[in-house]
């Protein structure tokens, strides 16, 4: 009895010793695939190092019948561990309210910058003109015709906009003057601003003696649109030949 339980017992550790050698084998087998920096690191830290299965997850095309498409499914599952790199948020300035910025001054900037409308615009549309009449290029001369075209808009805006500036600039000297005595400030409205430009213009062609002119002018442009939606009468003739 003694002899048989020695030899089981032999038995059973062989089978341990095989059991194992084939569990170290395959650990062996797994740390190959694993960089030497990362057994390095974990050999240092004692950390587990997590390996992805490779062919855990494969996606299968699929048809609903024979006569069908095949589909990809959209349904992939999300890893349990992933990568989560926190983006910076994303700070909007508007340098309206920055103090660094400064204030805006409407007026400086029109006095400092008003030699772009009275002297570079009007001197580079004449090289403009210029090159049109030495050029030989329709496409180019399309460009350089489409060039002055844009710096006839500036120059036609320019007096516009300096007439606004004048005129919100010059309530905004009388709004504080009113606020001085206690009165609450108004300020103007776009229609107030257009209404009070046709009285500066109409106040100035009258002092330049153009005012008739003016007027005449509007009036025949105004009577032409009129005239286009106006109905035309039709000629009788050919019913009184029938």
């Known amino acids: 009895m003694a002899k048989d339980r020695d030899e089981s017992e032999n038995e059973v550790s062989d089978e341990e010793i095989a059991f194992s050698s084939e569990e170290e084998k395959e650990i062996e087998r797994k740390l190959a695939d694993i960089p030497f920096e990362e057994l390095q690191r974990a050999r240092s830290d004692g950390s587990r190092?997590?390996?992805?299965?490779?062919?855990?997850?494969k996606q299968q095309l699929g048809r609903a019948n024979k006569n069908r498409p095949s589909e990809l499914s959209c349904k992939v599952p999300v890893g349990r561990f992933r990568d989560v790199i926190q983006a910076p948020k994303k700070v909007v300035r508007d340098p309206r309210f920055e103090s660094l910025c400064g204030k805006l001054d409407p007026e400086g900037f029109r006095k400092r910058y008003n030699f772009l409308y009275d002297v570079e615009l009007p001197q580079e549309k004449e090289k403009l003109q210029k090159l049109i009449k030495k050029s030989k290029d329709a496409n180019v001369i399309k460009e350089l015709k489409d060039h002055i075209s844009w710096i006839d808009k500036q120059l036609k805006s320019a007096p516009?906009?300096?007439?606004?500036?004048?005129?919100?600039s010059e309530h905004i000297k009388k709004e504080r003057e009113a606020a001085k005595d206690g009165k609450r400030p108004y300020y103007l409205k776009k229609s107030e601003i257009q209404n009070r430009k046709l009285v500066k213009k109409f106040d100035d062609l009258k002092a330049h003696g153009k005012l008739e002119s003016f007027i005449e002018k509007k009036r025949r442009k105004n009577a032409s649109k009129d005239h286009r939606f106006m109905p035309y009468r039709k000629s009788s003739e050919g019913v009184q030949d029938s």
Not at 49 to 57: L, T
Request: hydrophobic fraction near 40%.
């Open 49 to 57: 190092i997590a390996r992805p299965v490779r062919g855990a997850h």
């Open 160 to 168: 516009r906009r300096t007439v606004e500036s004048e005129i919100v």
